[in-house]
């Protein structure tokens, strides 16, 4: 399994990024970020950038960890949240395998790209377990991909709002803003 180079999706999630956090850092100076999924490091080096102060991280592949780790952030390996403090966050954010499985997607790239049979196991399970580290006021940045079952957010005690999404030759990525429901 090599590192997951970025690509349109991992652009779309770093404009969305640039737009979203200035905005956010200004209301919450010390907002803690997490990010699922963190591949390369391009979203936590973004963030950085941008003045996050409080950067956590976790990947399911230990070559991405170790290497987020050498850029010099908090990583841990950890599918989804198992590994998660039982802490809350302010921005949660997960650019994840999205993709229905293929039987021609090389093993190598699989586990960076496939969400399974439908494809979109994996953010049903990221949605049911992000609930728990979702500050009240927080917000989860999810990245969808038209080729995936859609996803009932409403259903999982999400709001959510499309932020930005990105027509590709065969297929549409989008952005979503999520919120818990407050009741
Ligand atoms: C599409 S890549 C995104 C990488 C990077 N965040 C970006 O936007 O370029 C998906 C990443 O999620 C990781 N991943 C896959 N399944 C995971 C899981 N169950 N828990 C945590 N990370 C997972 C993969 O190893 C990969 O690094």
Same mark, same amino acid.
């Given at each position: 399994?090599?590192? =997951? @180079? ?30 699922? #999924?963190?591949?390369? #490091?391009?979203?936590?080096?973004t963030a950085?950038?941008? &003045? ?8 399911? !592949? ?10 010099? /952030?908090?990583?841990?390996?950890? !599918?989804?949240?198992? @590994?998660? $403090?039982?802490?809350?966050? %302010? ?5 994840? $395998? =999205?993709?229905?499985? !293929? %039987?021609?997607? $090389?093993?190598? %790239?699989?586990?960076?790209?496939? &969400?399974? *049979?439908? #494809? ?5 399970k990221f949605?049911?377990?992000? *609930? ?6 927080? *917000? ?19 709001? =959510? @709002? ?6 590709? /030759? ?10 818990? *429901?407050?009741?």
């Amino acid at each position: 399994m090599s590192i =997951y @180079q970025p690509a349109e999706d991992s652009y779309l999630m770093s404009r969305i990024l640039k737009e979203k956090l200035p905005e956010l850092l200004t209301k919450n100076p010390n907002l803690k970020f997490l990010e699922i #999924g963190a591949g390369s #490091g391009i979203h936590l080096e973004t963030a950085k950038t941008l &003045g996050v102060k409080n950067i956590f991280s976790s990947d399911i !592949d230990k070559k991405s960890v170790n290497h987020c780790i050498l850029l010099g /952030f908090n990583c841990i390996q950890s !599918d989804l949240f198992d @590994q998660i $403090p039982k802490e809350k966050f %302010s921005i949660i954010i997960f650019n994840p $395998p =999205y993709l229905p499985e !293929d %039987s021609r997607e $090389p093993k190598d %790239s699989k586990l960076a790209t496939t &969400g399974g *049979k439908k #494809g979109n196991e994996i953010i049903l399970k990221f949605l049911q377990q992000a *609930k728990n580290h979702l500050e009240k006021n927080g *917000k989860i940045f999810l990245i969808t991909s038209s080729l995936a079952k859609e996803i009932n957010f409403e259903k999982f005690g999400y709001q =959510y @709002q499309e932020v930005g999404c990105e027509s590709l /030759f065969f297929e549409r990525l989008c952005i979503w803003e999520l919120s818990l *429901k407050l009741t």
